[in-house]
């Protein structure tokens, strides 16, 4: 790792931070290289260890509590309207900037996460694009906004976001080959995959351990349905990606993936409980836990026994029951609870999300519950009932919009297929019908994926039956 930035060198990059401490400067280096990278730096004390100090180091630096309540709300897996403690912890952070002669974007990056802590994704987003126009590498607002565009479904925000950056990270500026892999993924959540391809390669070639260029090819080989050379890539690039442990359980899910796609369930199966369900049960981070959700998901959809592994994934996700931070991870809980046939909890998800949605919001996810969110969980509930044709009356009429919920395309994927599922279950023939159109559409968009070969197979079968 580069010589971690002090106070003056900070300054020298016109990025000023307020505070006197050189330890907490440099900590702050620390956090937020190991947050950029998706690697928690042992030799550093790891995330939370570095946080720690810095608090220590200068208890009243505020972009330390910045940084701190960021990361937190990032994650997802923490609210203030849940969470008394970081409610406390923003409001403390707040109190703490007004007391301050504070720079404009320092305060610009209080207000963000003070808006974001209310659920108001897009204006944080606005206020990060803020600091970008005038402080283009400042890292601290170009992650936070690439991850919330993320959460809210706006992927040529996320690609741009990074482009109007693009020419300021030269080679010298500190983790500027990773800036490419944050372009390389918007270009790959875009369509436009050759570009894609070719930005994070070029970022691998001055960081082969940058696990999230790997990400995007990875992304591209599943979006293309090339699934031997996704394979491959994963199978060469492993050694380099495997220690950055906030994303190497999501790799290791793109993995699988693969063999999914290939009908190869034991394969797939083998990579979930060596490197998906045990970081899962570990970590508690949200993407591990969605990844792990939908893992068994799909399995599920394509009919593999999956004995215990719904009743060990419930032990993590029951606890989110009431979050309702994000409709995408609420949606990804319920698979569990129904793939455990837990109904009391899959009806207080519900319950407590209709509850929520019902209120006049100002959080943004919310206000997106009673047209997309629950649709959305209800056509699952419907489905494992066995009522297939409802669930295409839920789910067929929002498919476009559900960009919205955030996620990948390649996650967002599992709703894609749950609606062909529904619709050839259906007793329906229109709806049978429409299972064929939507295998056809999914033909053109991915050809020679041998799962949507196997799933017009079936569709012909089905048609053929009735
Ligand atoms: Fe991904």
Same mark, same amino acid.
């Given at each position: ?13 016109? #990025? ?14 620390? @956090? ?28 009243? %630096?505020?972009?330390?509590?910045? +940084? ?27 109190? +703490? ?218 032990? @993590? ?62 056509? %699952?509930?419907? %489905? ?30 599992? %709703?894609?297929? +749950?609606?062909?599922?529904?619709? +050839? ?19 053109? #968009? ?21």
């Amino acid at each position: 790792m580069a010589a971690l930035r002090d106070c003056k060198a900070w300054q020298d990059a016109g #990025l000023v931070l307020s505070t006197s401490s050189n330890e907490a400067c440099k900590l702050f280096d620390a @956090v937020l290289t190991q947050y950029a990278t998706w690697t928690n730096n042992e030799s550093l004390g790891g995330i939370e260890g570095c946080l720690s100090k810095l608090k220590a180091a200068d208890p009243n %630096f505020t972009m330390g509590h910045v +940084l701190a309540n960021g990361l937190e709300l990032i994650g997802t897996g923490r609210s203030v309207r849940l969470d008394r403690e970081l409610g406390s912890a923003v409001t403390a952070m707040v109190a +703490l900037s007004k007391a301050q002669p504070l720079t404009e974007r320092e305060r610009l990056h209080v207000s963000a996460l003070d808006v974001f802590a209310r659920g108001q994704l897009p204006k944080a987003c606005e206020l990060w694009e803020q600091i970008l126009q005038s402080h283009p590498t400042d890292l601290l607002a170009l992650k936070f906004s690439h991850d919330t565009y993320f959460y809210l479904g706006y992927q040529r925000q996320m690609r741009d976001s990074v482009a109007r950056v693009y020419p300021f990270w030269t080679p010298d500026v500190p983790l500027s080959s990773y800036v490419k892999g944050y372009y390389s993924f918007g270009l790959v959540e875009t369509n436009l995959y050759d570009r894609a391809e070719k930005v994070a390669h070029e970022a691998l070639a001055i960081n082969q351990t940058d696990a999230w260029s790997v990400h995007t090819i990875a992304h591209v080989n599943e979006m293309k349905a090339e699934v031997e050379k996704g394979l491959k890539f994963m199978k060469e690039t492993e050694k380099n990606w495997k220690s950055s442990d906030m994303l190497a359980c999501h790799n290791y899910w793109h993995w699988a993936l693969y063999y999914i796609e290939k009908g190869e369930y034991e394969a797939a199966l083998t990579i979930y409980d060596k490197h998906i369900a045990p970081v899962c049960l570990a970590s508690g981070s949200i993407l591990d836990i969605v990844d792990n959700c939908s893992m068994l998901y799909r399995l599920h959809l394509e009919g593999v026994k999956l004995g215990d592994r719904w009743n060990d994934l419930l032990g @993590v996700t029951k606890k989110h029951t009431k979050d309702h931070i994000l409709l995408f991870n609420d949606v990804h809980y319920l698979m569990s609870f129904l793939g455990a046939k837990d109904h009391k909890t899959t009806e207080e998800l519900l319950t407590t999300l209709q509850e929520l949605a019902r209120a006049p919001h100002e959080d943004h996810q919310l206000s997106l519950a009673p047209h997309l969110g629950l649709p959305l969980c209800q056509a %699952f509930v419907e %489905f494992e009932n066995g009522n297939c044709d409802k669930a295409v009356d839920l789910l067929y009429p929002i498919r476009y919009e559900l960009v919205q919920v955030g996620g990948s395309d390649a996650q967002r994927d599992v %709703f894609s297929l +749950l609606l062909i599922h529904a619709a +050839l279950n259906s007793k329906s023939e229109a709806k049978r019908n429409l299972a064929r159109c939507l295998l056809h559409e999914r033909d053109l #968009l991915r050809p020679k994926s041998p799962m949507t070969e196997r799933l017009i197979r079936k569709a012909a079968a089905v048609h053929s039956m009735a």
